[in-house]
């Protein structure tokens, strides 16, 4: 079992910066892929950035040179870096992990979320 905590949200205006952290505790893969994904309301949740094993990583466009994932795997966190926010990154971000697979489809693993609020 993999238990998964965020921090880091709360309430920012536009073109400022959060850091939201992940800590994951339980039996974790050598091979995973970890992810951050984000559900406003009325929207389907939409995965944002992925980190897997080997360090690759892949983001949305939308948030594609504002947002950084990164990991320390000696302090078992995630972390994504949001700089340059707009009204429109506005919602709840979730933290999850799954088995390594190509593309990393797939996640078993979901923190509680952390809420991120961007006014203009």
């Known amino acids: 079992q993999v238990h998964m905590v965020e921090s880091g949200g709360g309430s920012v205006q536009a073109g400022g910066s959060l850091r939201l952290s992940c800590v994951v505790s339980g039996n974790t893969d050598t091979k995973y892929c970890m992810a951050w994904f984000r559900q406003a309301p009325g929207k389907e949740r939409d995965r944002v950035a992925v980190i897997d094993s080997n360090g690759s ?64």
């Open 57 to 120: 990583t892949k983001y949305a466009d939308s948030v594609e040179g504002r947002f950084t994932i990164a990991q320390d795997k000696a302090k078992n966190t995630l972390y994504l870096q949001m700089n340059s926010l707009k009204p429109e990154d506005t919602a709840m971000y979730y933290c999850a992990a799954g088995p390594f697979q190509r593309l990393c489809p797939a996640y078993d693993y979901w923190g509680q979320g952390t809420q991120v609020t961007v006014s203009s």
